[in-house]
């Protein structure tokens, strides 16, 4: 059994089988695991396979309801009294939370059963349903975004849905010096001073393969920000902006102010779980509300920037050097 934390101070962590890591691969954040202490009494999210003997988590009771949420290939039916949740997927898998003792059960079919590949996203979906609950059970909420430090030392969210915009913009400031948090997903949480703070799930980057040539060719290759990059990545940084990226390539590069009521409209449909668990809802709507009190900018981009730092940067002006 390998115990993964995957927060900094090591209240979330994942437990699971060497054998069925590998399902996770697409998942799994590239975090220095063998650094971080795990806190015993923190979440846990436990990953086994459906044959496994005793004390592999108990089996999965089919709902008729309809589920209170979906991603992607997976349905979870949250009960009225928010104690515990299902989660069901098309490939075989299962899972049970208990949201009050703050631990999810996920159940792969056994090995040689079913399509790995999409028993593989059943998982990704079911980890990211399980850790945005009891991230919630933490005061914690999961965004997906990116996030990357600019040279004031604030960190700015790159919010938006897949395809907007968020890993070419990324890269490109990375490129011109900026540290990365995340380019998938990210956990917001106030720090002991009350101020926001960015935790990254950094993974590796889908970047379109015509990247390099300044051109896109509308096909996505993997890579390894760690090796790309190396000594580029921070763990967690003070949230300092909100960036709404869109890809509009035919138009100029262009940064336009978000009111704080846009702002959190568009935070709020990156985080779909929100509503899931309504005992723990009040709590993560407080941390995306407050988010939204940063400066917050609609962020269109074009194909002048598609491989130009330099005009990327011009165009973010002062928000690039905010302080943290």
């Not at 090591?10 to 063998?34: F, N, Q, T, V």
């Not at 509308?218 to 902006?241: F, I, N, Q």
């Amino acid at each position: 059994m390998t115990v993964l934390p995957l927060l900094e101070d090591g209240s979330l962590r994942l437990e699971a089988p060497d054998g069925l890591l590998p399902l996770l691969r697409r998942w799994l954040p590239l975090l220095p695991y063998g650094s971080t202490r795990v806190d015993p009494d923190g979440a846990v999210v436990r990953l086994a396979s459906a044959g496994a003997p005793p004390p592999a988590p108990t089996r999965v009771e089919r709902t008729s309801e309809a589920p209170t949420l979906r991603l992607g290939s997976v349905d979870v039916w949250v009960d009225g009294n928010s104690r515990h949740a299902v989660l069901r997927g098309t490939a075989g898998c299962a899972g049970r939370i208990d949201l009050g003792r703050r631990s999810a059960e996920l159940l792969a079919p056994e090995p040689g059963e079913g399509d790995r590949d999409a028993v593989a996203w059943d998982l990704y979906s079911m980890a990211t349903l399980s850790c945005a609950l009891l991230l919630g059970r933490l005061g914690r909420a999961l965004v997906h975004a990116a996030a990357v430090v600019a040279p004031g030392g604030g960190c700015l969210l790159l919010a938006g849905d897949t395809h907007a915009g968020k890993s070419t913009t990324s890269v490109n400031l990375i490129e011109a010096g900026w540290p990365f948090v995340s380019d998938d997903h990210v956990v917001l949480s106030r720090g002991a001073d009350g101020a926001l703070r960015v935790e990254g799930w950094p993974r590796r980057f889908h970047l379109d393969e015509g990247w390099e040539g300044g051109a896109p060719l509308h096909r996505r290759g993997e890579v390894d920000p760690h090796e790309r990059w190396p000594g580029a990545w921070l763990r967690a940084a003070p949230l300092a902006g909100l960036l709404f990226p869109r890809v509009e390539a035919a138009f100029p590069t262009a940064l336009a102010p978000l009111p704080g009521s846009q702002a959190l409209a568009g935070l709020l449909r990156q985080s779909p779980w929100l509503l899931a668990d309504r005992a723990a809802a009040g709590g993560v709507l407080s941390l995306l509300t407050a988010a939204c009190e940063s400066p917050a900018f609609s962020l269109r981009l074009g194909l002048d920037s598609y491989r130009d730092a330099g005009r990327l940067i011009e165009v973010l002006g002062p928000v690039a050097e905010k302080k943290s």
